[in-house]
């Protein structure tokens, strides 16, 4: 399961490198600088939680079930809140209503609160030392 995780976050850190320096360049000529600011977060968000990821891919304090459980929250969690940001950007520009994904977004927020409440729980349960 490690190996998963490992792979998934450094798949979704050089996705979200690309998405960053396209925010940074390509988009200030599509949306407003709002707008950019906003794409913005979803990406900053995106790899806080890659480097979450990375770091419980990486630990051995958490067993396989906990590292799948925190990776399928993050990964929701990223899907809801960074996508449904990321939505959000092309609003005015897209031609479908995506403005009825805004109350998605905070359900992203909990996924990922949860990922970090349950590494959080996992930790004080677990009988491992910290080497």
Do not use: N
């Amino acid at each position: 399961m490690a190996r998963r995780v490992l792979a998934i976050a450094t798949l979704i850190g050089a996705l979200g490198i690309v998405l960053g320096a396209f925010g940074a360049h390509g988009l200030k000529k599509i949306v407003t600088e709002t707008q950019v600011a906003t794409f913005e977060i979803g990406v900053r968000y995106l790899m806080y939680h890659v480097f979450f990821l990375l770091f419980i891919g990486m630990s051995t304090m958490f067993t396989d079930k906990a590292k799948k459980v925190i990776m399928y929250l993050v990964l929701l969690g990223m899907l809801f809140f960074s996508g449904s940001i990321f939505l959000l950007t092309f609003k005015d520009i897209l031609p479908l209503k995506v403005s009825v994904i805004g109350p998605i977004t905070p359900l992203g927020g909990v996924l990922f609160i949860s990922a970090w409440l349950y590494a959080c729980i996992t930790v004080f349960k677990t009988k491992k030392s910290i080497k």
